[in-house]
């Protein structure tokens, strides 16, 4: 993961600073690097009170978005009948990697994440790997007002668009919202020198200081005025 947003995957918490307790789920990927498509491998069966493997294989299907997408709707489902709200996050590295990058840049991700929907997303130093204009794309296309009505909201607190990028106005510092009748805030917060020299931002769009200040100056702004707060 090359970003923060929330390292916390199908987590369960109660957070209650203040009015009433909120019970939140939190359903988070990261690093999916354009395979959309579940993987098979050859699992080996062991035995556990014999603490051995019995030599037989099976055959499974690991991951994938269609896979994933059901396990998000199951789990949010449940959660929400029992009264539990969902936020669904995406840490970032969404892109680059495997045939349907290559092939469709990142629309196909694009539109398989509409599926998920997620809240929220920061965006990682792989995104930058076509530059600014090819992730201004991937940004608009996650937005299908059909699929995903509230659209996922791009963020990173430390990304300066460059002032002809096509970035400018496509993602924000951090999100503010409703869920379960409370308000809560999601930072995101990209890293510096991977993306600045191993990918390829545009000339004049830099990445500041991930370091713990900023993420904390972040916060600071966002909690006036802010119950809940997740990063
Ligand atoms: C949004 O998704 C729907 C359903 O898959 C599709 O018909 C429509 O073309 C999509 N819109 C855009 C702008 O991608
Ligand atoms: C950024 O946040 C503002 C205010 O909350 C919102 O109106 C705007 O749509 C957001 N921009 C993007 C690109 O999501
Ligand atoms: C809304 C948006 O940005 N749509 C783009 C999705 O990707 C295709 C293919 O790259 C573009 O042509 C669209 O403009």
Known sequence: MKSTLAAVLFASLTVGAHAGALSL??????????????????LTVSDSTAKATTGEKVNVDVGG?????AAMNAVETAEVSASRSVMKLHAGDAITGGSYYSLFKGVADAKM????CFHAMAI?????????????NFIGNMTNATLCSAGTQVLSSN???????PLLNKYNKS???TLGGERVGVVGVTIKKKTEQSSFPDAGTTVSEEKR????RSMHSLTR?????FS
């Open 175 to 177: 999100y503010t919202f």
């Open 25 to 42: 789920t939190i359903l988070s990927m990261n690093d999916h690097h354009s395979q959309l498509e579940a993987k098979d491998f050859d």
């Open 213 to 216: 200040q900023r993420r904390q």
């Open 113 to 116: 994440m509409t599926h998920a």
């Open 225 to 229: 005025g802010l119950i809940r707060l």
């Open 124 to 136: 990682g130093n792989h995104e930058f790997d076509d530059g600014d204009a090819s992730l201004a």
């Open 65 to 69: 978005f269609p896979m994933t997408v």
């Open 159 to 165: 990304v300066v668009a460059g002032p002809s990028s």
